[in-house]
């Protein structure tokens, strides 16, 4: 019997898009890409599942008022970090693991979802990382391991040096989490680096200075693991799912 809160982070506005609509309202293959990832989190086995909003928060709700799910608002838009800190009640009050889901990444499947769970408990890890290998990386986070192959740290694109930057494994932005460890690391979270924002990928390093486990696991399809940021970019996610479906 599996004891996980999914926190699915759905705040974003989604500039590039070129509309107003929030990001999550975008429909892919006739439903929000956010009912997407909630029928994932159900489909996985969550407990329960919590929407963070922000942009539009009113009309993500109705959108989605019928789908039993929970809602956190963030009002600030200020890192990934930040956005889970409002949900802190519900991370409190789980005894055992939190999946980070994306509102915007709807090809993330129930097995890779499995899986990813199982290096998760099976390594004790504070928290796993789903990752993904492109040839270019460019404008992702990268993993970076340490000799044993755990996780060391998890660095953006602007803060990387250029050996980082060499690195072609990326970051999801999805994760499984220990509640009570995240709890205490969220609580350290400080927003000193270039973007000026809280970044969840700094609980890595938290935990390391801990001496914890940082596991990850790299999604087989590396289509599981794209974010959608642009039209161009929604149209290419929608072919790959109707052909999957």
Not at 41 to 54: E, Q, Y
Not at 226 to 243: A, D, P, W
Request: hydrophobic share 40%; aromatic share 6%.
């Amino acid at each position: 019997m599996k004891t996980v809160t999914t926190l699915i982070l759905a705040a974003g506005k989604g500039t590039r898009m070129k509309s107003d609509l929030a990001k999550v309202l975008f429909e892919m293959a006739g439903k929000p890409l956010v009912y997407h990832v909630i029928k994932t989190a159900k489909d996985f086995g969550s407990k329960t599942v919590v929407l963070i909003v922000g942009h539009q928060a009113e009309k993500v709700r109705e959108t989605t008022k019928n789908l039993g799910v929970n809602y956190v608002l963030q009002e600030q838009q200020l890192g990934t970090g930040h956005a889970v800190i409002q949900a802190k009640n519900f991370v409190e009050d789980e005894k055992n693991d939190v999946l980070i889901l994306l509102g915007d990444a709807p090809l993330v499947t129930v097995e890779t979802l499995e899986n990813l769970y199982e290096t998760h408990k099976k390594t004790n890890a504070s928290a796993t990382v789903l990752t993904g290998i492109l040839e270019d990386a460019t404008g992702y986070g990268r993993i970076i391991r340490n000799e044993n192959g755990s996780v060391e740290k998890i660095v953006e694109q602007k803060d990387a040096t250029e050996n980082e930057k060499s690195v072609c494994e990326i970051n999801s932005g999805i994760f499984f989490f220990k509640a009570k460890d995240l709890s205490r690391a969220l609580q350290k979270l400080t927003s000193d680096n270039a973007q000026n924002e809280y970044y969840l990928t700094d609980t890595v390093e938290i935990f390391r200075k801990e001496n914890k486990i940082v596991s990850a696991y790299a999604a087989k399809d590396i289509n599981e693991v794209h974010g959608i940021n642009t039209i161009e970019q929604l149209q290419n996610v929608e072919k790959i799912f109707l052909l999957r479906n």
